[in-house]
């Protein structure tokens, strides 16, 4: 009986199908292995033979970045965790710069916050506001390039904290 269900999704391909797309979201449609487009909110059909679709959401999301663990430039080793909240102002060039967007929203957001935090003493990790427009701007510049709009990027937690490397390098 396997048969009988890959001959209806074989057959299913060769169907036009309705794709109807909220006013939160975007299509990116891969007709032929052309060039992709991008569809606006509303109902479009496509071909599944020939074309693929990907919704995007574009509106404004929340990622909350994991714990790294930074020495900072006086020698003063802290935990810091943060979040990032941002949206996709271009699908296309965040479907197809990037293998997967939000992996590469959180690599290099935590980038950012690698490298503005490392910069700073103990003293001035106080300025959290100044800390936080920092790593925004950082992130800004370094995700642009993907299509992604960060709205801000704050830092929920610092604190100092003692680091012991487990793993030895040979």
């Known amino acids: ?7 209806f999704e074989a057959l ?4 036009p199908r309705i794709q109807r797309i909220r006013t939160t979201d975007r299509g990116v449609k891969w007709p032929r292995c052309k ?3 991008i569809l606006q909110p509303g109902i479009h059909y496509w071909w599944p033979l020939v074309s693929e679709l990907e919704m995007v959401t574009v509106v404004r999301q929340t ?9 900072l430039r006086d020698g003063t080793t ?5 979040v990032v909240v941002h ?3 271009d699908p296309l060039l965040a479907y ?4 997967d967007i939000s992996d590469t929203i959180v690599d290099l957001a935590s980038t950012s916050i690698s490298g503005v ?12 506001v100044f800390i936080n427009t920092l790593i925004s701007v950082d992130a800004e510049a370094l995700l642009s390039g993907f299509g992604v709009k960060i709205h801000f990027v704050k830092l929920t937690e610092a604190s100092v904290c003692r680091s012991i490397r487990l793993l030895q390098n040979s």
């Open 87 to 89: 949206s996709i102002e």
């Open 117 to 128: 935090v490392s910069c700073l003493t103990r003293a001035e990790l106080q300025n959290q």
């Open 12 to 15: 299913s391909k060769c169907l």
């Open 35 to 37: 060039e992709p487009i």
């Open 1 to 7: 009986m396997e048969w009988l269900n890959q001959m």
């Open 63 to 71: 990622t909350f970045l994991h714990p790294q663990t930074l020495t």
């Open 96 to 99: 197809t710069k990037s293998w």
């Open 78 to 82: 802290v935990t810091v965790r943060a």
